[in-house]
């Protein structure tokens, strides 16, 4: 057995057996869901009374990208407002989660595609505590953001998904957090009340993901790039396309799929979210 193996293996022992913890690909949308009653808060809300409770929460942020990878390791990650122009209420909230160094370490060691560094400095951005809030209110669970080391390919990030696989065995929650089709430029401010409102060429490529990851077609997926002008406009940077990659690698062979929160919000934004599991 080799160091790394060896170090994973001595933190999972210590770890009560479980059940294959289910995973979330989480469409977080905008950072005001974080203190709202909406139907995709309270959706949020009933995932953390349906599922298992978690030893840990890992999350694939959007909103922390870097060159590396990194991982929180801080015993008491921060609250980070990574926002501007929102009410004062927003800014105010704290989720004080504490973190889990050890879980750090194990992963770490774990993974062996690429060298994850430990990181002291970030927390928890508004992808991870404006989701995690609903789900786990009393801030009793520990929670760690993975970065996403935005200059590597598409295929590298599903790759990475599938090292952190094990982590489900030892009833860690991974979320990938960020939105499959998200045009902030495209935005219809004027429709962000209008129920379902979408584009037609967002609720064209809502429907393509859909399909794809439901017969597991992970490979149109992962080539992105080659989804033709819609694509083009769902995806027109990868940032809150590349969490779903990593659910998408993590996902097992015959694992049941299921969708929530399946609605489109000013047009050139979706907040479809899926479970695995």
């Known amino acids: 057995m080799t160091a790394s193996l060896k170090d994973f293996y001595n933190w999972s022992q210590d770890q009560k057996s479980t059940h294959l913890m289910p995973a979330l690909f989480i469409g977080h949308g905008s950072p005001m869901n974080g203190i709202a009653d909406n139907e995709f808060s309270r959706q949020w809300s009933i995932l953390g009374k349906e599922i298992p409770k ?8 959007a909103h922390w990208l870097t060159r590396g990878t990194f991982i929180t390791a801080m015993e008491h990650p921060k609250t980070i407002h990574d926002f501007g122009g929102f009410p004062k209420e927003l800014f105010e909230v704290q989720y004080p989660a504490p973190g889990n160094p050890n879980l750090a370490k194990a992963i770490s060691d774990l993974v062996v595609s690429t060298n994850i560094e430990f990181d002291h400095e970030w927390g928890l951005d508004h992808g991870t505590w404006t989701v995690v809030r609903h789900m786990y209110p009393e801030a009793n669970i520990p929670v760690l953001q993975l970065s996403i080391d935005y200059y590597e390919s598409p295929e590298f990030h599903y790759r990475l998904g599938k090292e952190l696989r094990e982590l489900r065995k030892k009833g860690v929650l991974v979320i990938g957090s960020g939105n499959m089709v998200h045009n902030l430029r495209m935005v219809a401010w004027d429709k962000l009340n209008e129920p379902e409102f979408g584009f037609d060429w967002a609720l064209e490529m809502n429907t393509l993901f859909k399909t794809k990851i439901g017969s597991k077609d992970h490979r149109d997926l992962i080539n992105y790039r080659n989804l033709g002008h819609a694509g083009k406009l ?4 990868p ?31 979706t907040m479809t979210s899926v479970r695995f599991g």
Not at 239 to 267: R, T
Request: no cysteine; aromatic share 12%; proline share 7%.
């Open 234 to 237: 769902a995806i027109p940077t």
């Open 54 to 61: 978690p030893s840990a929460v890992l999350v694939v942020s």
């Open 239 to 269: 940032d809150h396309y590349f969490p779903l990659l990593y659910l998408l690698g993590i996902q097992g062979e015959k694992e049941e799929v299921s969708f929530f929160n399946d609605k489109a919000v000013g047009g050139s934004l």
